[in-house]
């Protein structure tokens, strides 16, 4: 009897190891900055539910970072741009003030390659979506965004459509932040919502 017991418990418990793994979690919980870090003078405030990056008088690169690090994971969320609207989703990122490495999948105004992936202080522009993938972008209106890293892959989609999927060996073995980036050059507002992050 004792043994069937414990069969139980550890019958249970791996199917609540395994549903807790297999689950998506709210990085951004509508109230406040919990689980991110500022860098840099760049405006990251909650309002209306709303996560918004919005340029300060500074007009510099700004970003708001993950405390946590993650490697191999599904990211979903949505972006509506105003303004300029040039902005970036960062993955397996490091910061060093305003000065980050790591990859951005572009959130961009029209015709600027959302989607696209992008080696900051590195080797630039790795791929972009192709030109009649452009007109993708809903701009002035909510977009969806997907992004699947794993192992040495990444593949994005914009509002239902794969945008680009890129295998890289440096990506591979790289580690670290998500992180959502305000371009310098002032002007920039964009708002954030719904975003969710299962790891794989």
């Known amino acids: 009897m004792k043994g069937a017991s414990f069969l139980i418990l550890l019958v249970s418990a791996l199917v609540l ?13 509508g109230q406040d900055l919990s689980g991110w870090e500022i860098h840099g003078t760049e405006k990251w405030y909650v309002e209306d539910d709303l996560l918004i990056a919005e340029s300060g008088p500074d007009k510099q690169y700004g ?14 969320l949505e972006f509506l741009q105003e303004a300029d609207g040039n902005s970036g989703v960062f993955f397996r990122s490091g910061l060093e003030g305003t000065k980050i490495s790591g990859w951005q999948v572009e959130v961009a105004p029209e015709d600027l390659h959302t989607g696209g992936i992008y080696e900051s202080y590195g080797r630039g522009w790795l791929i972009k979506p192709t030109p009649e993938k452009e007109d993708v972008l809903k701009y002035g209106e909510w977009n969806k965004m997907r992004i699947v890293v794993q192992g040495d892959e ?22 670290g932040k998500i992180a959502l980036q305000i371009h310098d050059g002032g002007g920039i507002k964009v708002y954030w919502r719904n975003i969710q992050l299962k790891e794989i």
């Open 63 to 76: 970003y708001l970072a993950t405390v946590d690090d993650y490697k191999d994971f599904e990211l979903e």
């Open 154 to 175: 990444v593949t994005t989609w914009l509002n239902g459509v794969e945008m680009v999927s890129f295998k890289d060996e440096k990506i591979g073995d790289a580690n």
């Open 17 to 29: 190891v395994s549903c807790k793994s297999s689950d998506s979690v709210e990085l951004f919980n």
